[in-house]
């Protein structure tokens, strides 16, 4: 025996006689102690005593029966629903019981087990069966069991007790048949008769909010506080009732009490957001607003409510941030959307303007700046379309001098060819920026004006000041001519101002490009680039030269943007380059850190979400699309990536939900063919038939779209007619997806033998994935088991945390006897996912084999109240419970479970007839 094993039995061997020393308690003897506790007050003392007891016999009725009691007293109503429930289980008077239990049961919502609380065999007085019967048939309708609620309230009705309860019973047919009117005339009565009765009133409260008595709902909710100081839900709902009547001050003090109990609630958050905003405090109530929505409120009310404080505030990103979120619900002109606009013309994401304009009608002459701030944006964004119609609609609205000349600038900007008439006197106009000049002329320049944009050159050469920019747009019009001497002299004339100046070299650089001394136009370019490391014209000439020249240069600009150089567009630029050359690191280290904004061109929000992608950063991914949609709500590419991430990580919902965003906005085909298949793929039928009959049937022999034909023929029970669509598509994009859905139409035809074949030879292609083996695994697991072990070996190799395949491999030694083994592999899926349902089976199962039936049950217990346990893990614990020797329990448990698959049905009864069991009848 080692050190360390010999000095740990020392120290439990003292300890055991320690206690052996001081003499134990015995059950009785604790729970009398908590008896004197508790008449004394002292509640807390009780339940160390209550507790002491059920350590020495943890099934012990009485002293959890007590124990719950104290707690009910004290409104700790989660604690008293635990403890009375095993009272119960464990065999205590459910005459006792079940009036405690029901009231529990209440407070915590547990409906489903409320519902099935049994009445008549359980020896409760006819007074508290109707107590115990008006919360179970409530419970029923709230599962919507209207007839079993209706025809148990006619039976208790009946009884004809004297009690408050006998007029509440009689609300439940009128509930059921939702006269809430008559309802609540006979609820004031029962009101009236017990005014303390918290059942009563809450049932008032609710059927005032019903019918719509807000005023009358809240102050009934608040008599009902004075009975049950502790209901949260209640102060949930009157905070809210009080918010919507506009009467902050009465909400605000009940929602900071439930801000105490839980500071990061959303919807209290939300509550007193709007409390603030009522108040004007728009900072507060930006910072509560934004609480709510990190926390997960998605509330529509609560974005407006943060944009709406965060535009009092001036902060114009936030506000957009927040309204960009909603303007896809509104109807067009919707006073939000013009909030928006006026966000967004302030803020930095003022490029998004154009698509909330679009919506916007009934302009009035104080709409001017904005109209005009959304069209100078659509000219930095080269969409002169969009442009041209905001324009359209300020020419009617422009009056002051200034909004005239502004407009004129516009006008001749888009090239609108009555905005060239008075050019002179525009350009003239020395309020008019030498950069705003220099962008008309560059347009002009554009569409083959070139005498127009001359003409502002002169302008400009008429000052030495502005003769460098002369020259530049002189050089730039020559060039779009093909007049390269003429360009050259331009640009000679700029260097002979400006020697050092980059557009000039660059210039230069161009000139010697087209002139076809390419050797001298990279000299220089090198010589730019070396005196001014931004110069991105420059390095572009450089990197477009052959590959193995462009390597070099590529090198080069790393070099220079390791050694400090802060430029995004070179490193996105750097990036794309080190990605044609397929060097993925490299380019992933380039972009990492570099945030872009509104202001950032679309290529560059392209090139940074390829790299992600490619580098497989897929969480970065998915946020960069994001972002890049919610500033571009219309970029196609922007939504395509967030559709394109999401699918890569199985997340349907949220791929679907973007494409559903999208085509809110704008119809797309490319899209209408996502929106399709995710509808398919989550098994939305009906909306992905109706996204199908939008799609150009141009397109339908498409492998993507026989794809999403399978999806539906199978969907509709046709697995024969979606055999060919799905082979056509797995063809085609040998993905997991269309390998799953046709495993998926083999076994609806009962081919699991071909679906097994198939799986076999993808994953003898360099296909395979780990998805790709687990699912030709679980195909083993039936068909050939021990193939399926080399399988999940495999999977597990490859990942050691794959706890599925740690549990299925578990499940199969346990069955071919190798039980010690067997138990290592299901003590490491344990390990990694305690709470899931089929690791704790099979670990109990194994345990169970090797007679290890009371840890089995300890387990089991630590999942079976779920909801959503699957019907075979129920009865395995029941079984377990016989083969323990714990019959009265199981039988009790047997009585609170529901069934409905057949399976279920032929094992209930086996337990039944093999175990003797009394009075069990399965549902």
């Given at each position: 025996?080692?050190k360390?094993?010999?000095?740990?039995?020392?120290?439990?061997?003292?300890?055991l006689?320690?206690?052996?020393?001081?003499?134990?308690?015995?059950?009785?003897?604790?729970?009398?102690?908590?008896?004197?506790?508790?008449?004394?007050?002292?509640?807390?003392?009780?339940?160390?005593?209550?507790?002491?007891?059920?350590?020495?016999?943890?099934?012990?009725a009485?002293?959890?029966?007590?124990?719950?009691?104290?707690?009910?007293?004290?409104?700790?109503?989660?604690?008293?629903?635990k403890?009375?429930?095993?009272?119960?289980?464990?065999?205590?008077?459910?005459?006792?019981?079940?009036?405690?239990?029901?009231?529990?049961?209440?407070?915590?919502?547990?409906?489903?087990?409320?519902?099935?609380?049994?009445?008549?065999?359980?020896?409760l007085?006819?007074?508290?069966?109707?107590?115990?019967?008006?919360?179970?048939?409530?419970?029923?309708?709230?599962?919507?069991?209207?007839?079993?609620?209706?025809?148990?309230?006619?039976?208790?009705?009946?009884?004809?007790?004297?009690s408050?309860?006998?007029?509440?019973?009689?609300?439940?047919?009128?509930?059921?048949?939702?006269?809430?009117?008559?309802?609540?005339?006979?609820?004031?009565?029962?009101?009236?008769?017990?005014?303390?009765?918290?059942?009563?009133?809450?049932?008032?409260?609710?059927?005032?909010?019903?019918?719509?008595?807000?005023?009358?709902?809240?102050?009934?909710?608040?008599?009902?506080?004075?009975?049950?100081?502790?209901?949260?839900?209640?102060?949930?709902?009157?905070?809210?009732?009080?918010?919507?009547?506009?009467?902050?001050?009465?909400?605000?003090?009940?929602?900071?009490?439930?801000?105490?109990?839980?500071?990061k609630?959303?919807?209290?958050?939300?509550?007193?957001?709007?409390?603030?905003?009522?108040?004007?405090?728009?900072?507060?109530?930006?910072?509560?607003?934004?609480?709510?929505?990190n926390?997960?409120?998605?509330?529509?009310?609560?974005?407006v409510?943060?944009?709406?404080?965060?535009?009092?505030?001036e902060?114009?990103?936030?506000?957009?941030?927040?309204?960009?979120?909603?303007?896809?619900?509104?109807?067009?002109?919707?006073?939000?959307?013009?909030?928006?606009?006026?966000?967004?013309?302030?803020?930095?994401?003022?490029?998004?303007?154009?698509?909330?304009?679009?919506?916007?009608?009934?302009?009035?002459?104080?709409?001017?700046?904005?109209?005009s701030?959304?069209?100078?944006?659509?000219?930095?964004?080269?969409?002169?379309?969009?442009?041209?119609e905001?324009?359209?609609?300020?020419?009617?609205?422009?009056?002051?001098?200034?909004?005239?000349?502004?407009?004129?600038?516009?006008r001749?900007?888009?090239?609108?060819?009555?905005?060239?008439?008075?050019?002179?006197?525009?350009?003239?106009?020395?309020?008019?920026?030498?950069?705003?000049?220099?962008?008309?002329?560059?347009?002009?320049?554009?569409?083959?004006?070139?005498?127009?944009?001359?003409?502002?050159?002169?302008?400009?050469?008429?000052?030495?000041?502005?003769?460098?920019?002369?020259?530049?747009?002189?050089?730039?019009?020559?060039?779009?001519?093909?007049?390269?001497?003429?360009?050259?002299?331009?640009v000679?004339?700029?260097?002979?101002?400006?020697?050092?100046?980059?557009?000039?070299?660059?210039?230069?650089?161009?000139?010697?490009?087209?002139?076809?001394?390419?050797?001298?136009?990279?000299?220089?370019?090198?010589?730019?680039?070396?005196?001014?490391?931004?110069?991105?014209?420059?390095?572009?000439?450089?990197?477009?030269?052959?590959?193995?020249?462009?390597?070099?240069?590529?090198?080069?600009?790393i070099?220079?943007?390791?050694?400090?150089?802060?430029?995004?567009?070179?490193?996105?630029?750097?990036?794309?380059?080190?990605?044609?050359?397929?060097?993925?690191?490299?380019?992933?280290?380039?972009?990492?850190?570099?945030?872009l904004?509104?202001?950032?061109?679309q290529?560059?929000?392209?090139?940074?979400?390829?790299?992600?992608?490619?580098?497989?950063?897929v969480?970065?991914?998915?946020?960069?699309?994001?972002?890049?949609?919610?500033?571009?709500?219309?970029?196609?590419?922007?939504?395509?990536?967030?559709?394109?991430?999401?699918?890569?990580?199985?997340?349907?919902?949220?791929?679907?939900?973007?494409?559903?965003?999208?085509?809110?906005?704008?119809?797309?085909?490319?899209?209408?063919?996502?929106q399709?298949?995710?509808?398919?793929?989550?098994?939305?039928?009906?909306?992905?038939?109706?996204?199908?009959?939008?799609?150009?049937?141009?397109?339908?022999?498409?492998?993507?779209?026989?794809?999403?034909?399978?999806y539906?023929s199978?969907?509709?029970?046709?697995?024969?007619?979606?055999?060919?669509?799905?082979?056509?598509?797995?063809?085609?994009?040998?993905?997991?997806?269309?390998?799953?859905?046709?495993?998926?139409?083999?076994?609806?035809?009962?081919?699991?033998?071909?679906?097994?074949?198939?799986?076999?030879?993808?994953?003898?292609?360099?296909?395979?994935?780990?998805r790709?083996?687990?699912?030709?695994?679980?195909?083993?697991?039936?068909?050939?088991?021990?193939?399926?072990?080399?399988?999940?070996?495999?999977?597990?190799?490859?990942?050691?945390?794959?706890?599925?395949?740690?549990?299925n491999?578990?499940?199969?030694?346990?069955?071919?006897?190798?039980?010690?083994?067997?138990?290592?592999?299901?003590?490491?899926?344990?390990?990694?996912?305690?709470?899931?349902?089929?690791?704790?089976?099979?670990?109990?199962?194994?345990?169970?084999?090797?007679?290890?039936?009371?840890?089995?049950?300890?387990?089991?217990?630590?999942?079976?109240?779920?909801?959503?346990?699957?019907?075979?893990?129920?009865?395995?614990?029941?079984?377990?419970?016989?083969?323990?020797?714990?019959?009265?329990?199981?039988?009790?448990?047997?009585?609170?479970?529901?069934?409905?698959?057949?399976?279920?049905?032929?094992?209930?009864?086996?337990?039944?007839?093999?175990?003797?069991?009394?009075?069990?009848?399965?549902?």
């Amino acid at each position: 025996m080692n050190k360390s094993t010999s000095t740990r039995i020392a120290v439990i061997s003292a300890v055991l006689l320690m206690v052996a020393g001081c003499g134990q308690k015995t059950t009785v003897e604790h729970i009398s102690e908590a008896k004197q506790h508790l008449e004394q007050g002292d509640n807390k003392a009780a339940i160390i005593a209550l507790k002491n007891a059920i350590q020495l016999d943890p099934q012990a009725a009485q002293p959890r029966f007590e124990l719950g009691k104290i707690y009910l007293q004290e409104q700790d109503y989660e604690s008293a629903e635990k403890e009375l429930s095993r009272a119960f289980d464990y065999g205590y008077k459910p005459a006792d019981v079940l009036p405690l239990l029901s009231k529990a049961f209440q407070q915590t919502r547990a409906d489903v087990a409320m519902t099935e609380l049994p009445l008549e065999s359980s020896g409760l007085s006819n007074v508290d069966k109707v107590i115990v019967g008006y919360r179970k048939a409530l419970s029923l309708l709230t599962l919507k069991q209207n007839k079993q609620a209706v025809l148990l309230s006619e039976n208790l009705t009946a009884l004809n007790v004297n009690s408050v309860y006998h007029d509440l019973i009689q609300l439940i047919p009128l509930l059921a048949a939702e006269k809430y009117e008559e309802a609540m005339a006979k609820a004031e009565q029962a009101r009236d008769r017990s005014p303390l009765n918290s059942d009563a009133l809450l049932i008032l409260a609710r059927l005032y909010t019903s019918t719509g008595r807000g005023a009358k709902a809240a102050e009934t909710f608040k008599d009902y506080l004075r009975v049950e100081p502790t209901d949260i839900r209640v102060k949930f709902i009157l905070a809210s009732l009080l918010i919507q009547q506009r009467d902050a001050k009465q909400a605000e003090p009940l929602v900071d009490e439930l801000l105490m109990v839980n500071s990061k609630s959303p919807y209290l958050n939300q509550l007193k957001s709007i409390a603030r905003a009522v108040d004007n405090d728009h900072e507060a109530a930006l910072k509560y607003a934004e609480i709510a929505i990190n926390t997960g409120r998605l509330d529509p009310t609560l974005r407006v409510v943060a944009g709406f404080a965060a535009y009092k505030t001036e902060n114009y990103d936030k506000a957009v941030e927040h309204l960009s979120t909603v303007a896809s619900l509104l109807p067009d002109d919707h006073r939000v959307l013009r909030l928006l606009a006026a966000s967004q013309v302030n803020s930095s994401t003022s490029a998004q303007v154009k698509s909330v304009i679009q919506r916007l009608d009934n302009f009035q002459s104080t709409d001017v700046p904005l109209l005009s701030k959304a069209a100078l944006e659509m000219l930095k964004a080269d969409d002169e379309a969009a442009a041209s119609e905001m324009i359209e609609q300020m020419e009617d609205l422009s009056q002051s001098a200034e909004q005239i000349v502004q407009l004129n600038l516009l006008r001749l900007s888009v090239d609108d060819i009555d905005g060239l008439i008075g050019v002179d006197e525009i350009v003239e106009d020395q309020e008019v920026p030498v950069q705003a000049k220099q962008m008309i002329a560059m347009a002009l320049i554009k569409h083959g004006k070139y005498d127009e944009a001359k003409a502002i050159a002169r302008e400009l050469n008429s000052n030495d000041k502005t003769a460098f920019s002369s020259f530049i747009i002189n050089a730039e019009a020559a060039l779009a001519k093909g007049d390269l001497a003429g360009a050259e002299v331009a640009v000679e004339k700029a260097l002979s101002e400006q020697p050092t100046a980059v557009p000039a070299q660059v210039l230069k650089m161009r000139v010697l490009e087209q002139q076809g001394q390419v050797d001298n136009a990279l000299t220089l370019a090198r010589k730019i680039v070396a005196d001014s490391p931004s110069a991105f014209r420059a390095w572009q000439f450089l990197l477009s030269q052959d590959k193995e020249q462009a390597q070099q240069e590529l090198s080069s600009l790393i070099n220079s943007l390791e050694s400090g150089l802060t430029n995004p567009p070179l490193r996105m630029l750097a990036a794309k380059k080190a990605l044609e050359f397929n060097q993925k690191e490299q380019a992933l280290k380039l972009i990492e850190g570099i945030s872009l904004s509104a202001d950032s061109p679309q290529t560059l929000w392209q090139l940074k979400g390829n790299v992600l992608v490619q580098t497989n950063q897929v969480i970065a991914a998915e946020e960069h699309f994001r972002q890049w949609s919610e500033f571009f709500p219309n970029q196609e590419n922007a939504a395509i990536g967030v559709i394109a991430v999401n699918n890569i990580r199985g997340n349907y919902p949220a791929a679907l939900a973007e494409a559903n965003r999208f085509l809110q906005l704008e119809d797309n085909q490319e899209i209408r063919i996502l929106q399709a298949l995710f509808n398919a793929r989550l098994g939305n039928l009906e909306e992905a038939k109706a996204a199908w009959q939008q799609i150009d049937e141009r397109l339908y022999d498409e492998p993507e779209v026989r794809g999403i034909n399978a999806y539906i023929s199978l969907l509709e029970r046709r697995p024969a007619e979606a055999l060919d669509d799905a082979l056509a598509a797995y063809k085609a994009n040998r993905s997991f997806d269309y390998l799953a859905l046709l495993t998926r139409i083999y076994a609806a035809q009962d081919k699991r033998n071909e679906a097994l074949a198939l799986l076999q030879k993808h994953n003898a292609t360099p296909d395979k994935d780990i998805r790709s083996l687990m699912l030709m695994a679980e195909f083993q697991m039936v068909l050939a088991p021990d193939e399926a072990v080399t399988s999940y070996k495999e999977a597990i190799a490859a990942d050691p945390y794959n706890y599925v395949a740690l549990n299925n491999l578990a499940y199969l030694k346990m069955n071919q006897d190798e039980l010690e083994e067997a138990r290592k592999l299901i003590e490491q899926a344990y390990e990694f996912m305690p709470t899931n349902d089929g690791v704790v089976d099979t670990y109990a199962e194994i345990l169970t084999k090797q007679g290890e039936a009371d840890e089995a049950i300890v387990l089991y217990e630590t999942i079976i109240e779920q909801p959503g346990i699957a019907e075979h893990i129920r009865l395995n614990y029941v079984e377990t419970l016989l083969k323990q020797g714990s019959k009265a329990i199981a039988q009790r448990k047997l009585e609170r479970m529901r069934f409905s698959q057949p399976a279920s049905f032929v094992r209930l009864n086996s337990l039944i007839q093999q175990y003797e069991l009394k009075n069990i009848s399965p549902r």
